[in-house]
């Protein structure tokens, strides 16, 4: 029987790969995104049924309308992808960055809460469903002028944690993956080097297949799930000491 499957951010980047992965296999999509014009375009392309919603993940109410429109039309979904995000270079000292602070902090954790909420009662009465968060391995420390994007992957990591034991032994399975550099209009300014960077549809593909298998938390690509847990584990003074001079993302 083909999938449900609703993803966040699905207008451009990894949300449109996985919307074309997932669509190649039949399955019934609910796409969500801000940019009504790009959903729509990638709707008409798409070889499966696939519902839009034009709405920001941070608009709980819009969220919850959207969801509850898919579930009257379709039942509950098998898998919810939180893909939506933003992130741009910030620092604490200037004033008018709070503001941006603030945005990708709404973005990329209460938007992720806002897309999961409406489906978990749905979820635990079908004692099935698969509710995906996409972090990043710049939540496993901070990094020097991305500390609000750093520290709302940081949050959405262990928000991810706590759902998960929230949900043991209900049936539905809570999955944390957390990508490295990805080709995307995100990641389009970045002035610097992007070790072991890849696709949209490469990453896309990888977290399919990461979703089948229930696989609980996974880093993207191999490599990464190899340095992050290093850089984890590095002293305070030597982290410091090697990325105090590292490029930043531009304000």
Request: hydrophobic share 45%; proline share 6%.
């Amino acid at each position: 029987m083909p999938l449900k499957v609703i993803i966040s951010g699905a207008s451009s980047g990894l949300g449109r790969a996985l919307a074309q992965h997932y669509a190649a296999t039949g399955a019934t999509l609910g796409l969500i995104a801000r940019r009504g014009d790009l959903l729509e375009t990638l709707a008409a392309e798409l070889p499966s049924d696939a519902s839009v919603y034009v709405a920001d993940v941070c608009d709980a109410p819009a969220i919850r309308a959207a969801a509850q429109d898919f579930l009257d039309r379709h039942g509950c979904p098998d898998i919810v992808i939180a893909n939506a995000g933003i992130s741009r270079g910030t620092l604490t000292e200037y004033a008018e960055d709070t503001e941006i602070f603030e945005d990708i902090l709404a973005t990329n954790v209460i938007g992720m809460i806002n897309l999961f909420q409406p489906f978990t009662a749905a979820m635990r009465a079908a004692g099935q469903g698969s509710l995906v968060g996409i972090a990043s391995v710049a939540g496993y420390r901070g990094l020097p002028g991305s500390g609000a994007y750093s520290a709302s992957k940081a949050a959405a990591i262990s928000y991810l944690e706590s759902l998960r034991v929230e949900m043991h032994g209900k049936g539905i399975s809570v999955i944390t993956i957390c990508p490295g550099y990805i080709v995307t209009p995100m990641t389009a300014n970045n002035p610097f080097r992007m070790p072991f960077l890849l696709t949209a549809e490469d990453v896309a593909k990888k977290i399919v297949r990461i979703v089948e298998n229930r696989t609980l938390f996974a880093v993207i690509p191999w490599q990464m799930a190899i340095v992050a847990p290093v850089l984890k584990l590095l002293p305070n003074f030597l982290y410091d000491r090697l990325f105090a001079n590292a490029p930043r993302k531009p304000r």
